[in-house]
């Protein structure tokens, strides 16, 4: 009850303030998949029908070298959209200190956003100088092992309860003539370290690595597991076996031939669009069933200064976005079907399935940044290409890799 | 020559004016009004780009640019990055090839097209088409049809062929010539026509002088034809090479630079580290490299087509 | 004067008595003719292979791309991928398919096209023909700009087209796709009339015609092959530019390919391969219209008989 009341609420005060006239709002993001456009649309379904404003999409594929140019070409030229999705951390700073976007810090400090962001890190990549510039929209983490029910079955063993388990298993699964690990050609590859690293290194590393940048760490006992783990997975995969989506590895999964693979939570949009019901067809294991904390970031929105005699209207729902987006209601519909976690537990999340479960009770002990959430994108990059490499020439040594990546992670601001 | 005429043409209708300063303002005035639209993309894009670029390579520009100068601390991190290495390896190999290939079998196709044949229209342009379609999607065509399992080598394999191999995409060695085919399959079309074009703008007295000398036609092409095209010819050269140097779609859609980093391009890396990864300091050194490069190969040419003296091409 | 029918695929008739140009006519069925086709079929073969497996795909249904061969013909045809890709694909949260951005791209490729060509044949027949001080100088220094890579470009052109006025409109995307499309074009125009007779230009001088006149009446009707090539290629390139038309033309005047893009790159999901490979053949139908119909323009002889003319 007390939740419709604040609904309601928030309802009525926007109405108040916007009700003269409806105005159009760009909003700009890369969510063009069905699963998260569909997600998108909860967004500007609350958006429009509590202010009564016009959400104009203009959705553009491919955040990095897709939306990202235009989107900044577009904030520099003078032509800014009402609100754009964007990287958050370094990238933004530059735009921030050029007076391009707007500041948010009145509007948090209205809803107290500190009350109900449920890790005041995921704020973080936000603030600058004090002041807060983006808020965080979905928390989305990189820490689960998919295992596959059907695999499993075949070889007559019970789905392994952690990695160690599951390493354990791959032997079994290679007589079977089943992959022990499935993966996609290009990126997918340079989220696993991050996962390798909460889940056998611990909380401990994952700070160390990525909030205080130590190449002593990389270069510690902890991560050689780490890099051990990278060697061990790269033995069992070759090019012939790889696919070219990460959605392909999802269907392998539920064919069951692919046992198993470490991808992000949005596996599970593809997983359950292609029909599968977490426990039955498929397990998760968050952080390899073995750390109690999810390392993990989060998609954020940004506002744009608009240019000088833009209608205050436009402005008055650039503001009512901003509120909306962290809104309960939002928050619930929202990430419901994207498979992300809400940004506030104080939404009714009986709905989610057994995975999220999973991840919400982890959730309380603390979440810990994510490399893509820490580093910068250019560090992020480096890493990726290391890991490609890496993956693909046995030439460059378990040393190689720890040396090289304890470099970049040194160099990286 | 032309000058000449210019001049008699000019000191007919513009009696009595002060000649130094019609020389300079007025004697040609269209020509320079029309001309104004080239020189100012010179000076203020290219030229000014180029320096912009330059320059922001010394720096540490991250999204934006800014004056954090650095010296050579991006070059230096660009030579110790295998990636780029690797990059600038392929692009070599890669170019040459392609450049070679685009020629040869672009003349060869044109030469065919010029025989009078029938469905002149039709053959063009299906040789053409794959031109004027996306990368985007005709590259994963090409992926499934070099994919081992799903294509060529499969289907044959099925088919009784066991020993049938071509997997030349998932091979290190061997990515960089399945992109090579699909590089030609694209873009060989648009060189036939241009040289088709070439071929076309032949004087018609040169073939009968030819046919009445008793010239085969074969040697009238490669001895008579083939340098009176040399317009044409560097139009193409200079057209396919800044395609190599651009390389960027293709590689993307076919191999996204694997497996590993075996078919990385240079292109792709200064894309990349400019709008994905941020750094636009270390994007715009890459970018000074390949600048650097394509200056140490144009400069001779722009010597031999403009050293010397008043010579037209 | 000319010898056109055989271009426009006629058959190797020749009506006058005029002497053809090229090799010696020849027969429908001799060996050399035969050879030649077959050559030319096989190139045909490579070159419409993969087009025939994007044809296939698109008449497809889902199940029977995922498991069936790639080379097969579909097993029930169907059109549905054609009529989503066109009207009801999803492109974010519109679900309109490509069709909305059709007019958009047809706005930005018609005046780019025209003005970036006109421009370029202009810079070519000054260069060739009115040569001024340092006029060769601009020209290598144009050349070099072809070689770079344009993207490496877009931040300065952002700051001029916003410090000009006109960042965010057409005029902004016209322009730059003249600036990048200078290079290459003026190189070819300047080539091809650099091998043109100089004896019709000069002729022209001496009777007193101007800049202008001699570019419309001489130069122009005797380039038609090249005018078709310049064509071309700004056709081509301008249509599937996504980049320089998502920036700066403007939300309003978002190209069909931003809508492309986001039907064919979306991150997540199975991608749905025949409404992908329908949407790209779509996409691409404008330029290969072009290609076809220009053919009729792309005539051997014109120079010619426009020098004994």
């Known amino acids: 009850m007390k939740k419709f009341a604040v609904v309601a609420a928030l309802a009525t005060a926007f109405m108040g303030s916007t009700a003269v006239k409806a105005v159009d709002l760009e ?107 983006c808020f965080p929209v979905n928390i989305h983490s990189w820490d689960w092992l998919w295992l596959s029910t059907k695999a499993y079955e075949k070889i007559g063993e019970p789905v392994p309860k952690d990695w160690n388990e599951y390493v354990a298993s791959w032997p079994k699964l290679k007589e079977a003539g089943i992959l022990p690990f499935g993966l996609a050609t290009g990126w997918p590859i340079s989220g696993v370290p991050g996962v390798l690293m909460s889940g056998l290194g611990g909380s401990d590393l994952v700070l160390a690595i990525n909030r205080d940048k130590s190449g002593d760490a990389v270069r510690g006992p902890e991560f050689r597991k780490v890099a051990e783990a990278m060697d061990a997975l790269r033995k069992e995969i070759s090019p012939d076996m790889m696919v070219p989506s990460f ?64 209608d205050p209207a436009v402005i008055q729902a650039q503001t009512d976005l901003a509120k909306l987006l962290i809104s309960p209601e939002a928050q619930l519909a929202f990430n419901l079907k994207k498979g992300s976690m809400p940004i506030r537990l104080d939404v009714d999340l009986s709905k989610a399935n057994a995975c999220m479960q999973k991840a919400i009770k982890l959730l309380g002990n603390g979440l810990l940044p994510s490399g893509d959430f820490a580093l910068s994108s250019d560090t992020q990059q480096q890493l990726q290409d290391l890991n490609i490499e890496f993956l693909d020439d046995d030439s460059i040594t378990v040393d190689d890799y720890v040396a090289r990546y304890a470099e970049i992670i040194e160099q990286a601001d | 020559m032309a000058d000449t005429a210019v001049q008699t043409a000019e000191r007919t209708r513009a009696p009595g004016a002060s000649r130094v300063l019609y020389n300079t303002f007025i004697r040609n005035l269209s020509a320079k009004i029309a001309a104004a639209p080239m020189v100012l993309t010179v000076l203020v894009v290219f030229i000014g780009c180029t320096i912009w670029t330059v320059y922001y390579s010394f720096t540490a520009s991250r999204l934006l640019p800014n004056n954090k100068l650095v010296g050579f601390d991006q070059y230096e991190r660009l030579f110790a990055t295998a990636r780029w290495n690797v990059s600038v390896t392929n692009l070599i190999i890669y170019g040459s ?37 996306s990368f985007i999607v005709t590259g994963l065509v090409w992926q499934w049809i070099m994919n081992p399992t799903l294509g060529l080598q499969g289907t044959l394999r099925n088919m009784g062929w066991s020993s049938f191999t071509f997997d030349w995409l998932n091979n290190p060695k061997m990515v960089l010539y399945a992109i090579l085919i699909a590089g030609l399959w694209q873009g060989v079309g648009f060189t036939m026509v241009l040289l088709l074009a070439g071929l076309r703008s032949v004087d018609e007295e040169i073939w009968k002088a030819a046919r009445i000398d008793g010239i085969p036609t074969w040697r009238t092409y490669i001895s008579i034809v083939l340098p009176m095209m040399r317009g044409v010819l560097v139009t193409s050269v200079v057209l396919i090479g800044s395609g190599i140097v651009r390389l960027y779609d293709l590689v993307v859609a076919l191999t996204d630079g694997g497996p590993g980093i075996s078919s990385e391009v240079p292109a792709k890396y200064v894309y990349q580290y400019m709008f994905s990864g941020g750094n636009l300091g270390q994007a715009l050194a890459a970018s000074t490299m390949m600048l650097v490069t394509v200056l140490i190969i144009v400069i001779p040419w722009a010597y031999l087509e403009f050293g010397g003296k008043g010579r037209r091409s | 004067m000319s010898q056109t029918t055989t271009m426009t695929g006629s058959g190797p008739v020749t009506r006058s008595g005029v002497e053809p140009s090229g090799p010696r006519p020849k027969p429908f069925f001799t060996p050399p003719r035969i050879i030649l086709y077959t050559v030319l079929v096989f190139a045909c073969i490579y070159f419409l292979f993969p087009l025939y497996v994007m044809i296939v795909t698109s008449f497809k249904t889902m ?52 003005v970036s060509i006109f421009i370029a044949a202009v810079n070519g027949y000054a260069l060739v023909n009115w040569r001024f001080k340092g006029s060769e100088l601009f020209f290598a220094v144009l050349i070099f700009g072809s070689f770079i890579p344009y993207q490496v470009f877009l931040y300065p052109l952002v700051v001029i087209t916003r410090e000009l006025g006109i960042f965010g409109s057409l005029w902004a995307v016209i322009l730059v796709h003249t600036i990048f499309g200078m290079p290459i074009l003026t190189l070819l125009f300047r080539n091809y009339f650099a091998s043109l007779p100089q004896e019709l230009f000069k002729a022209a001088r001496v009777d007193g015609a101007g800049f202008w006149r001699i570019f419309f009446e001489i130069m122009l009707p005797m380039s038609l092959p090249i005018f078709v090539v310049a064509l071309i290629l700004q056709i081509t390139g301008i249509w599937n530019d996504f980049l320089f038309g998502a920036v700066f033309a403007g939300t309003q005047n978002y190209p069909m390919t931003v809508q492309l893009n986001n039907i064919v790159n979306s991150a997540q999901g199975t991608p749905e391969y025949h409404v992908n490979m329908a949407a790209t053949i779509l996409t691409g139908l404008v330029p290969l219209i072009v290609y076809f119909v220009s053919g009729k323009l792309f005539v051997r002889g014109v120079a010619a008989g426009a020098v004994k003319g």
């Open chain 1, 27 to 133: 909003v700009t993001h890369w969510w063009t998949s069905a699963g998260e456009a569909a997600a998108v649309a909860e967004f500007a379904r609350v958006f429009e029908e509590q202010t009564g404003n016009h959400w104009v999409d203009s959705a553009l594929s491919g955040s990095g070298t897709g939306a990202n140019p235009v989107i900044i070409s577009r904030i520099i030229g003078g032509d800014p959209m009402g609100a754009t999705q964007m990287n958050t951390g370094r990238d933004a700073e530059e735009l921030i200190q050029a007076g391009l976007m707007r500041d948010l810090t009145d509007i948090a400090n209205e809803m107290k956003i500190e009350d109900f962001y449920v890790d005041k890190s995921l704020l973080e990549p936000c603030t600058y100088e004090g002041k807060i510039y």
């Open chain 1, 247 to 310: 959605g392909d590895v999802g269907n392998q999964i539920l064919a069951g031939e692919a046992a198993g693979n470490i991808h992000g939570d949005w596996l599970q949009g593809d997983l359950q669009v292609a029909g599968g019901v977490p426990g039955k067809d498929y397990e998760c294991l968050p952080a390899l069933g073995l750390g109690d904390q999810l390392t993990g970031g989060g998609d954020a929105f940004y506002f744009p200064v608009l240019p000088e005699g833009t």
């Open chain 2, 97 to 133: 090839l392609s450049l070679v290939f685009t020629l040869t079998i672009g003349f060869v196709l044109a030469v065919l097209m010029d025989q009078k044949i029938r469905f002149e229209s039709a053959f063009r342009t299906i040789m053409l088409y794959p031109f004027a379609l």
């Open chain 3, 63 to 114: 199940p029977e791309i995922r498991f069936g061969n790639i080379f097969a013909l579909p097993a029930q045809w169907t059109g549905e991928a054609w009529i989503k890709a066109w009207t009801s694909a999803c492109t974010g949260l519109t679900c309109q398919g490509l069709s909305p951005g059709f007019w958009n791209s047809v706005k930005i490729t018609v005046p780019s096209t025209i």
